[in-house]
């Protein structure tokens, strides 16, 4: 595969997984409005977690972090590929909101699996150690890679991230499986 092609496959993917966490921003917002509408008897400080201070303006943030990469990269700097391996703050902090986005997320779903446990607290306390472990770990990830750049990033600190993907499975998984 020449460099042209390389480069083409790696903005095309770029591309497509904006469009993608577009789309999938626009169903959380839809989500967040018809849980606000809905008034379910949660306390308020649950549902402005939800909704509008915590889920919501993560989201937000996260989604405007990929534009503006994607601007960047297509737009700013056409035509240099090089581009492509450097640090860039949107990508670093879009990782630093992800992990706040699903630490909030499986929270309240650790929530909903207290409520409805009949408010017992060893498998909700596990995912909330979890939640924290992984909102930690992005934040971690985050900063390993601005101060040591994707290329050396991927080469030498490929367990950290993955330890972090095993963490968010986990306690999705927990969660998926006691809420059922």
């Avoid at 949660?42 to 915590?54: A, Q, S, T």
């Avoid at 390993?144 to 999705?172: A, N």
């Amino acid at each position: 595969m020449s460099s042209s092609d390389s480069v083409q496959v790696t903005l095309g993917g770029l591309q497509v997984s904006v469009l993608i966490a577009t789309f999938i921003y626009a169903v959380s917002c839809f989500q967040a409005f018809l849980y606000w509408r809905s008034r379910f008897n949660d306390r308020l400080c649950v549902r402005i977690l939800v909704c509008v201070w915590v889920v919501w303006i993560f989201e937000t943030t996260h989604s405007l972090c990929f534009w503006v990469y994607l601007f960047t990269i297509t737009v700013k700097y056409y035509g240099l590929p090089e581009e492509l391996d450097r640090r860039h703050w949107s990508i670093t902090m879009s990782l630093v909101f992800h992990g706040l986005i699903t630490g909030c997320v499986q929270s309240y779903y650790s929530y909903r699996v207290y409520i409805l446990s009949g408010r017992r607290k060893l498998i909700p306390i596990m995912c909330w150690i979890g939640c924290l472990i992984e909102g930690c770990g992005s934040v971690g990830i985050a900063a390993i890679l601005y101060h040591v750049g994707p290329v050396v990033f991927t080469v030498e600190w490929e367990l950290f991230p993955t330890l972090i993907i095993v963490v968010d499975l986990s306690i999705g998984g927990v969660n998926t499986t006691t809420l059922c």
